[in-house]
């Protein structure tokens, strides 16, 4: 097996994986990552040889691209300060702790090198957090959190792990020329996230086609983090701030198609590309095994030591962290979301599971420094932040169901109910007003107004039932039961034109060109209908 065909069984991996996790109630990600190392094991499978350069730029930027399109600037907004405590301050902290234990336990490591260590096992990962509680049912509340914390921690801890980076391989550290190179990277990375947003919305517009619409949100990611780092900025953040902006802005209420197909499109990049990288994770168990031979006990007891300290900081850190946020919040009384109580806060420090990003950036680690000597304990930080991925990923990621279950913290239901339910009200009086605007310019045959009128009714209807008042319920049921009937036979007669539009492809002398035109307008139909 070369490794273009074990890119194939990767990429299998990762389609297959989500059916089977969700029939086995395994996170798709920690299937994937046993299958890597499964696959590790086997002899004729040959060993990964990824460019450590290489890795941060194709793996990063998609993935997060993914995660901000699940998010808003309005909850970035209101969750700052939670955000904040969480993605700033706790991987500062994390970074510092896991460096002092590992200069400790891990004897002749720089404690340049044990801050790139501490920098890239700090960040919880935000994809592998987001695919676990997503399919939990937590609170929306807690999945923002996670996400917002995910996506932030990335920048800080990226941005931490390059300076760390940076001490090491030129043997020179400077407190005043780290901080301004921090300040520089964030505005040149936020600069270039917002002239590539704005760009690329204009863009958006003159394209017009859906395809060339959904292929220039590919490049995009890529381009925001290959000219961030070109001219010293964060990759990491040039993406978040150009996904933000475009989520803001590039929205059009009227492209269903476009919006269609690139949701379809992203949903495919975010499991394949997902897939890859936790497969990797497994699979690179094996070269990480080899650099331990004949140092079993010394590296499993420093692992041991900064998979501790990991879990037990954001512990120790989460725990006041909640109290404070709470109480903050009621004075306050702003609108963020925070783990409202003591169970939440469990579920969400048992939710900071490593991942992607800590992996990638163990990969990146080069070889050498200036000089020409290797870097200092390369090995060791690779045995060790593997063994924290695993572990927490792992362990954590399989036992988070039963703690949510055993804890009862589950999604507010009625809450959701709710707000699906004003939303739906919104849509009918939307749906009304416009209606009222028409009839005033334009002169509407009585019968017409009337079913436009129950039309625009049955919108709110058909999303949220409950906003039908009690005494027209059984009415607006019954005329919901024939409109879905009407639907259901509109769909079958749509079919069936697209089976006779089909069978006319294989027949001689007709343009097969001609026939998809053809179908796509009636799969554009039936998307509207």
Known sequence: ????????????????????????????????????????????????EVPPGLILPLVLPPLLYVAVQRTSWREFAANRRPIFLLAVALVLLTMTAVAAVAQAV???????????????????????????????????????????????????????????????????????????????????????????????????????????????????????????????????????VTALFLAEHAADADDVLGRLAGNTFW????????????????????????????????????????????????????????????????????????????????????????????????L???????????????????????AVVLATLVVQGLSLPWLAQRLDVRSDGDAEREQERQLALRVAKAAKRRLREIEAVEDLPEEVSEGLLRRAYDLGVRISPDIVAEERFEAQRQRLRRARRVQRIQAEMLSAARHEVLAARSEPGVDPEVVDRVLRQLDVRSLRA
Not at 41 to 48: K, N, Q
């Open 1 to 48: 097996m070369d490794q273009l065909a074990l890119l194939f069984v990767l990429l299998l991996g990762a389609v297959v994986t989500v059916p089977v996790g969700e029939r086995l109630g395994v996170p798709p990600p920690v299937l994937m990552t046993l299958g890597g190392g499964v696959l590790a094991l086997l002899p004729f499978v040959p060993s990964v």
């Open 364 to 386: 990146a680690i080069p070889f050498t420094v200036d000089g020409g000597g290797g870097f200092p304990a390369r090995d060791e930080i690779l045995f060790i932040a593997f």
């Open 106 to 240: 891990v004897p002749g490591m720089p404690i340049a090198a044990a801050c790139v260590l501490g920098a890239l096992v700090a960040p919880p990962d935000p994809v592998a957090a987001t695919a676990v509680a997503g399919r939990l049912g937590l609170p929306r509340r807690m999945v923002s959190i996670l996400e917002g914390e995910g996506l932030f921690n990335d920048v800080t801890a990226i941005v931490l792990y390059h300076v760390a980076l940076v001490a090491t391989v030129t043997g020179s550290f400077s407190v005043p020329n780290a901080a301004a190179a921090l300040v520089l990277s964030a505005v040149v990375a936020t600069a270039v996230g917002l002239a590539l947003g704005w760009l690329a919305n204009r863009l958006m517009g003159m394209l017009g086609d859906a395809t060339l619409q959904v292929g220039l949100t590919l490049l995009v990611p890529f381009a925001a983090y290959a000219l961030a780092e070109a001219i010293e900025g964060s990759g990491v953040l040039a993406v978040l």
């Open 267 to 362: 949903e495919v990049v975010d499991t394949l590309v997902t897939g890859v990288a936790f497969g990797l994770i497994g699979l690179e168990l094996h070269h990480v095994l080899g650099a331990a031979a004949g140092r079993w006990g010394e590296l499993a007891a420093a692992a041991a030591a900064v998979i501790g300290v990991v879990v037990v900081v954001r512990l120790l850190w989460l725990l006041p962290a909640a109290w404070l946020t709470r109480r903050l919040h009621r004075r306050s009384d702003v609108a963020e979301d925070i783990p409202v109580t003591w169970r939440e806060t469990v579920v969400m420090w048992w939710a900071g599971m490593r991942g992607v990003a800590s992996v990638a950036l163990a």
